[in-house]
């Protein structure tokens, strides 16, 4: 049996981090072997690190629990014992965050990120890997620029996002020029990390606000929709998105009402990846459940380990998709669609959700990680 | 101390009958002096007859406890002991509902529904006295075609529309043209009455879909801003309304995120009620603001019992309206409106609440009753 | 009209403080003068101080939005604007707390506290007026040994004993000797204050274990039945209490599931306030019963103007009390008890519910003062 | 590879008859290959036959998926397809599920029943393999007096004993007398079937009484616990329970809050398989918990598929056991106990969690099959 590659992760002690551990247990390329946090956590043993106990039902892995938790400021040592880290950090102080993602990248390690620090960087991709795996050939001038030879950052989007622009993003691959998206969110309360919050809000209540969640939600697509040009990715903004954030007492997975409209010119698929359209010339609903179903990206072309089967899975009930029943779907990591019917303001409306914390974060970390590997970025 | 308008309850043992009870308990008009319910229920004293119990923490009213309930079928004792009725059917056949309603009109009482039974009916106003109090004018012309008296029926719309519709409607009042809404409700279990929805359904999870719910959030407005022409009330459907209706984990009050769009016409106020408007034409946020807080109808005129002091409360905080702090403002009776601002798609949006079973039931329907009463149509 | 009475709140921006100007508004003897809190809110006007906003559906009472918010180390100060303060503080350190409510109290002010920080206090009463009123007559020994003229403090005991001590001291009260209870609560998240509980462990989940609960439940109730002797209240320990401390999804009311055993030595009420005795010599179920609606402490007798009318309200239905249906009776004042029935280890069981943030916080606080007020030790 | 055996599942399209689908997915000896329900189902294919939708995650097995639906009358038609039947009926009426079951049994089919109809029967065992596995020895004399051949019929027991059963039994079987025991059970809305408990009632609240619940939980452990004297099963009743039973809003896992008292008589363990016990007579909490762990029953001995590994988790952390962190332990087979206390009333106390729609409903009936064809009784 091939011997794994040993990975770290930063912020292992949160919740974030936590999922992390959780997700690459039993992974068949990789094997947690560093886990570093704060400096008050630094020397305990994992399992006796987490202040707040462990998060998930599944018990915690024998191997990681015995790990010795080191300061994440201590690069050289990461360095030493893994391959490339992950980075769960959740403290809110952003520049912190950034310098320390690229201390670890100067010291040759890959870094693949969930926090939001290095988002908006322009050399740096923003992957969802069925979207813009494309994205990984900034890489080379990325460590150009900066003067890193084997390191390098790689971050995801925010959770918000995942249950809507994976189902647009078929469409515009199938063909179909989409010109304007309305979305409200339901976002459950892991997004919010822990102890994240109040349940003095979530009882008997909803917050229809969560802080800097929509411009989030509005700006992110653009840049994974844009275009590597010389050593920066141009956010493509030719898509009017306006999005409603609000927070309602579900402990995991997001669900997104979505209404969306179709631009002017001719609707015709590309190619044959796309379906005959209806008479109006805009797509029937068929055709688009059509094109949902068999969409596929990188991820699934490649075999990925943490790809799920099925990029989108459509179903038919009317009362479907819901929280607790549809966001394990393939291990948490589809998308779940149904509801598509048309909107009598925009063309087509539909309900989206997605597992926040698996497909939302860390298991769209560890994707993003078996991309690069995949891609031989790694190694 | 002038004596009070005897009044009857139908269907007085189920969650809308019982918060009838509630809300008329001290009502300054109006005294329940009459309760009906299935033929199972009759003849059992009320207390006695609720075979759910009492569902609120306010003590059942003394004087209504010791009613007996009397068969529903039972016109004749009703015409005997009140002046009018609340119809509070629970029942699923909307065909009896109808039935029964009329009957009680051919018998001389007004009957004030909250059953879906009539609102489809032509000649039967369906009313919210802030916006369409004028659609009253139609009784005569519905008593005679139908060859009643005193009797007549009033409805009242369902209560997903009341947490977007009195907010539009403002606008429209206050000169704007509107001519396009998307609307996601998140709507609380007891608009399903009881037993309702399934906990099940309810613990950690929600769902996109209520049974028939959009379509009635999407036409009834239409009849609400309808016209009187001749006998009839004749749907104004000029602004385009899309609907997801989803139940969130919630006891009572529905959320509603809405988007909207002008139309393109000029948009001056048509009168010294509305404000300047912005440079482009479009009522800034702070004009649409004032708009909602000077709105007041006929029910604020008149100064009905039931009605709200202000119609629209503004929160100005960046995470209300929430369901638990404020479905209950104004005696649960106004629409409480938060976050306006600029929508990238449409033109604005923000978000609305109102209370399901108050607003949107029995206090709605008691409303309907005051006007009704002040108006001149019963006794 | 007499003048009213200035009141203060010390750490009048946390929930319990909030909850103080929420149940203050409009009472018919005291009134907000002087609001203080941390220096970080002290110079803001209260409705601007408030980090997490006001927690309550009513709206906050305009006299106090526009207080200025003192320093509360600013003891002269509040000498100056207020007769005596409430002590709502949160902070965890136990020390400062008893040192600032010392600080008060040695300024002349007299101090009705929250806080569990003088409840050890050997001279310090800790009171619920129903049952030991009594011990404000340490209030001269206090003020003698510690030098202090007019000011004192008292303190009220745990939100969590309130559900099962009226109870089991109505019984003592009538002749019944009661020796052994075992007690169960599920208690809501607004015990633990603001953030407190994540909702991460309170969607579709309960805790069964908050940290110190379980032992002020059982030591508290001693004190509260100790006897003044000289200068210190001896708490009574002749009763075995086992309490064991649960949090569930609920976010006002704490429930407790109680058994009971009476003593050995003859049951026989020691005066006409009991009742005569079944055949076994303990009470029967209607005896019990009969005890509890008939029970009526000091805040009955003298009309405060906080006190429930009854102390104890029992319910006859099988599945009550339940906390949103009936935390709020009496104005969220009185214990709410049902399923009085035989236990087949011990003698009997009942389920009693309390409101934790009205009787067992700023309630509870207010009426400790009403009696001090009324009892003369005020002004 | 051996062929496995054919099963059936009465009342397939429930809760229960779901779970009994989920769980049977890949069980090493049995396959479902028929599914009963009421006639109004029979015919259609499983999967359109669910009225209420498939309630789990979990995507439906393909194979059931598309079995057709028979009448659960059909007993001649099931004895041609099935070895065995599992009867998961949730009609109210016990006369028809008794004659039902005994239809099968009468047709040579064993028959593993989740209903409370044959609990009370004398001749009916009432299992939990790791307690009373011997109680199967009761089959010969169950067939012969009633003429069956090959069928007969086995129980298992409610739900709500599971959290409390196994741990004070564990002590029992280490030799130490157990006399009485105080139990509050904190039970999940899955309990109720579906739609079961309305969410008017589950939301922001909880309900302290289950119809029939308590007196279950007092009197099923004495059967479970009883003798096979003749051809009859004997309680043993020298055990006395109080149980208080109550609903919280969570979707599964029940939770118990378990006072405990040892016997008077010397508390030495009969044999190696306890451990010495404290001076006073009485285990140490260490004793206890080295009980629990080592706890194994036939199940466990016999590895039978369903079995948890460790039939008694023990957690050390004070906040444990939690519903939704905990109930999926050992494939939500195993009781999970945390907080061994002292008790100051009577000597011990704990808290005990478990699954109830899985060891308590559909994985114990399996559970109670697997032992069955272990011991021979099947085929």
């Given at each position: 049996m091939k011997k794994k590659i040993p990975v770290g992760i930063l912020g292992a002690t949160g919740m974030v981090g936590q999922q992390y551990v959780r997700l690459l247990a039993g992974h068949p390329w990789f094997e947690v072997s560093y886990v570093a946090a704060s400096p008050s956590s630094a020397g305990k043993k994992y399992k006796d690190a987490l202040k707040n106990g462990w998060?998930?039902?599944?018990?915690?892995p024998e191997s990681v629990a015995n790990l010795t938790v080191c300061d994440v400021a201590d690069v050289k040592r990461a360095a030493k014992e893994c391959a490339f880290v992950f980075s769960a950090f959740e403290m809110p102080d952003k520049d912190a965050i950034r310098a320390a993602e690229e201390s670890y990248a100067a010291a040759g390690m890959p870094v693949f990120s969930n926090?939001?620090?290095?988002?908006?960087?322009?050399?740096?991709p923003m992957l969802i890997p069925e979207i813009?795996?494309?994205?990984?050939?900034?890489i080379p001038a990325q460590q150009k620029s900066r003067g890193w030879k084997r390191g390098f950052i790689v971050v995801k989007p925010n959770c918000s996002l995942q249950s809507y622009i994976a189902p647009i993003h078929a469409l515009l691959q199938a063909g179909y020029e989409v010109k304007r998206v309305i979305v409200t969110t339901m976002q459950a309360?892991?997004?919010?990390?822990?102890?994240?919050?109040?349940s003095w809000d979530m009882i008997d209540n909803m917050v229809p606000y969560i802080g800097g969640e929509e411009e989030k939600t509005q700006f992110e697509p653009y840049k994974i929709w844009g275009a590597i040009e010389g050593s920066v990715i141009v956010p493509k903004e030719d898509i009017a998105i306006s999005a409603t954030c609000t927070r309602v007492p579900i402990s995991d997975g997001h669900t997104a009402s979505v209404s969306f409209e179709f631009g002017?010119?001719?609707?015709?698929?590309?190619?044959?990846?796309g379906v005959p359209t209806g008479a109006s010339g805009k797509p029937t609903v068929k055709e688009i459940i059509k094109v949902w179903r068999s969409f596929a990206g990188e991820p699934q072309k490649l075999g990925l380990?943490?790809?799920?089967?099925?990029?989108i899975h459509y179903r038919?009930?009317?009362?479907?998709?819901q929280p607790r029943k549809d966001r394990d779907a393939d291990k948490g990591m589809a998308v779940v669609v149904g509801r598509l019917r048309e909107c009598p303001v925009l063309d087509y409306r539909f309900v989206g959700l997605s597992h926040n914390t698996v497909r939302g974060a860390a298991g769209g970390g560890i994707l993003n990680a078996e991309l690069a590997m995949k891609k031989g970025y790694i190694g």
């Open positions: 998060f998930f039902p599944e018990c915690m926090a939001s620090a290095h988002r908006h960087t322009e050399d740096v813009n795996a494309q994205h990984l050939d900034i309360v892991s997004g919010a990390g822990y102890p994240g919050v109040p002017d010119k001719p609707r015709r698929p590309r190619s044959g990846v380990p943490m790809a799920p089967q099925q990029a038919e009930e009317a009362n479907r998709p």
